[in-house]
């Protein structure tokens, strides 16, 4: 495979966990869920994407790993299935 489209998708793929990791940190901030009931609703439902949006970027930095780890033992676009090349 060519080695600069190659490079291109390494920093492609780096940058994008890069972004993943800075966003998840940002997120560690505490939800409120005092207050009457709608503010106790409003907090849950906050819980809940929240929580959701970590289990997806979690999934995605698992993924960007996996190309990652490929990429530098020369099996990136390689059909895990078949073993032939992906155009």
């Known amino acids: ?12 793929l780096l940058s994008q966990k890069q972004e993943i990791l800075f966003k998840s940190s ?9 207050g009457d009931e709608i503010d106790s609703i409003q907090g ?5 994407l929240n929580n959701q949006l970590s289990i997806r970027n ?3 930095l698992s993924q960007i790993e ?6 530098n033992d020369n099996s990136y676009g390689i059909c895990e299935d ?6």
Not at 1 to 12: A, D, Q, R
Not at 26 to 34: A, L, M
Not at 66 to 71: F, G, P, Q, T, V
């Open 44 to 48: 849950n439902l906050l819980i809940a």
């Open 1 to 12: 495979m060519n080695k600069i489209f190659l490079l291109k998708v390494k920093e492609n």
């Open 82 to 87: 078949c073993d032939e090349q992906i155009p």
């Open 26 to 34: 940002k997120e560690e901030e505490t939800i409120d869920t005092d």
């Open 66 to 71: 996996d190309a990652l780890k490929r990429i």
């Open 58 to 60: 979690n999934a995605k």
